[in-house]
């Protein structure tokens, strides 16, 4: 018989900016299977570069492994199908304490943006059904808003929220023609989702993300 026990446990998180009392803009970006966040990070440096009032925190999912046989490169992921309702509950517990530690240290009216790459957008989808605050701009790059989520719960969530939806055109895992039909799912959920188009592969586009920085 299986049973469950929960136990403490230590999580990584990297950080670019510093939090303080003149900090206005927080971001949350949640990388994709098999990365790891100290290079997720990377993508982002260009919104603190010589700006003293944006920080951007990258969380790392609890789950690492070896990409490739028993060494060598190390990935981490956010979850699997196996046993996944725990491991949804870990790392939406996780984020919980992280943007909590966070938010404590930042002006009440901190602009906060969420941003999702691949496997890292049904991550954000089903934490900030979950979580303690409202994000100013959710940003889901690669991937989608989990379908998992209950119809009225979404609807709380994405309904007075800005949120794009990033797609290249040359995407090995989601096509275009996918990206818009969740575009219209999402408006039948009341959303009003903003689809970004652009000539790539399964990336981040810096351009894009300048864009949607604004």
């Known amino acids: 018989m299986e049973h469950h026990l929960t136990v403490a446990r230590t999580a990584r998180y990297q950080q670019l900016g510093e939090l303080s009392a003149r900090t206005k803009r927080v971001w949350f970006v949640c990388h994709g299977y098999g990365q790891l966040a100290a290079y997720f990070v990377r993508h982002f440096a260009f919104l603190v570069d010589n700006c003293d009032d944006t920080v951007v ?41 992280l943007a909590g530690l966070v938010l404590a240290k930042c002006p009440a009216d901190v602009e906060i943006t969420v941003l999702g790459f691949s496997q890292g957008t049904a991550t954000v989808g089903r934490w900030l059904t979950r979580a303690l605050f409202r994000p100013a701009h959710l940003i889901l790059c690669a991937g989608g808003f989990p379908e998992d989520v209950a119809p009225e719960t979404a609807r709380d969530l994405l309904t007075p929220l800005r949120l794009s939806l990033v797609i290249g055109s040359n995407d090995e895992y989601i096509s275009v023609a996918q990206a818009t039909e969740q575009q219209q799912r999402l408006a039948q959920l009341g959303a009003s989702p903003h689809l970004v188009p652009f000539e790539g592969r399964h990336e981040l586009n810096r351009a894009v993300l300048e864009s949607l920085a604004v």
């Open 57 to 97: 925190i990258a969380p790392e999912g609890l789950s690492r492994f070896y990409l490739q046989g028993n060494g060598g490169r190390v990935g981490a992921s956010w979850m699997t199908r196996d046993d996944r309702l725990a491991e949804i509950d870990d790392h939406v517990g996780f984020l919980n304490q």
